[in-house]
T-cell receptor, first 115, second 113 residues
Framework: GAVVSQHPSRVICKSGTSVKIECRSLDFQATTMFWYRQFPKQSLMLMATSNEGSKATYEQGVEKDKFLINHASLTLSTLTVTSAHPEDSSFYIC???????????FGPGTRLTVL | QKEVEQNSGPLSVPEGAIASLNCTYSDRGSQSFFWYRQYSGKSPELIMFIYSNGDKEDGRFTAQLNKASQYVSLLIRDSQPSDSATYLCAVDGGSEYGNKLVFGAGTILRVKS
């Protein structure tokens, strides 16, 4: 149980294009999902908290107009990287908080490469 | 500012030994504690969670919590080379913190065969 999926697992795009990443909780409801970014050999960095039916809360320094987050249902959150640039190349990981618990389960991650 | 401290390692143990990973946290009011394992190039995987003082065992893993000392540990018995990974200690920040997890920097574990 408690499986979180992400799609796509890997994406390569040209600079200036937008990329959408989906995060789904497959067998549980998640009123809260989180989006992280991780650069090679660095720690996880929380980007934003996504609550179902409301606007996402972004961490300091994260551009909300560049990283659009939508949490339209209890099992799906999406992250759209708009006008991607090479410096946005990173490993993007979502997590979903099991409803009525404190436990977060992570998706497998999406590796984004912007050329 | 909520903080979680871990020794970055690497911690090297021989195959079959017990690996002991430690973590301290700053917020005395913290209620929920987690250990995640992260292999290189992969996302974190939940290993254990613990809410109450004492020990919690799951297979080869034992989590230990001491709220008075603000200390959490993870013991891995009969360590295997496949246990080689980065182990992340995380503490739930609570509702006033947006239910975000506060992570330590992680301890690199190397199990040598």
């Amino acid at each position: 149980g408690a499986v979180v999926s992400q799609h796509p697992s890997r994406v390569i795009c040209k600079s200036g294009t937008s990329v959408k990443i989906e995060c789904r909780s497959l067998d549980f409801q998640a009123t809260t999902m989180f989006w992280y970014r991780q650069f090679p050999k660095q720690s996880l960095m929380l980007m934003a908290t996504s609550n179902e039916g409301s606007k996402a809360t972004y961490e300091q320094g994260v551009e909300k107009d560049k990283f659009l987050i939508n949490h339209a249902s209890l099992t799906l959150s999406t992250l759209t990287v708009t006008s991607a640039h090479p410096e946005d190349s990173s490993f993007y990981i979502c997590s979903a908080r099991l409803y009525l618990t404190d436990t977060q389960y992570f998706g497998p991650g999406t590796r984004l490469t912007v050329l | 500012q909520k903080e979680v401290e871990q020794n970055s390692g690497p911690l090297s143990v021989p195959e079959g030994a017990i690996a002991s990973l430690n973590c301290t946290y700053s917020d005395r009011g913290s209620q929920s504690f987690f250990w995640y394992r992260q292999y290189s190039g992969k996302s974190p995987e939940l290993i254990m969670f613990i809410y109450s003082n004492g020990d919690k065992e799951d297979g080869r893993f034992t989590a230990q919590l001491n709220k008075a000392s603000q200390y959490v540990s993870l013991l891995i018995r009969d360590s295997q080379p496949s246990d080689s990974a980065t182990y992340l200690c995380a503490v739930d920040g609570g509702s006033e913190y947006g239910n975000k997890l506060v992570f330590g920097a992680g301890t690199i574990l190397r199990v040598k065969s």
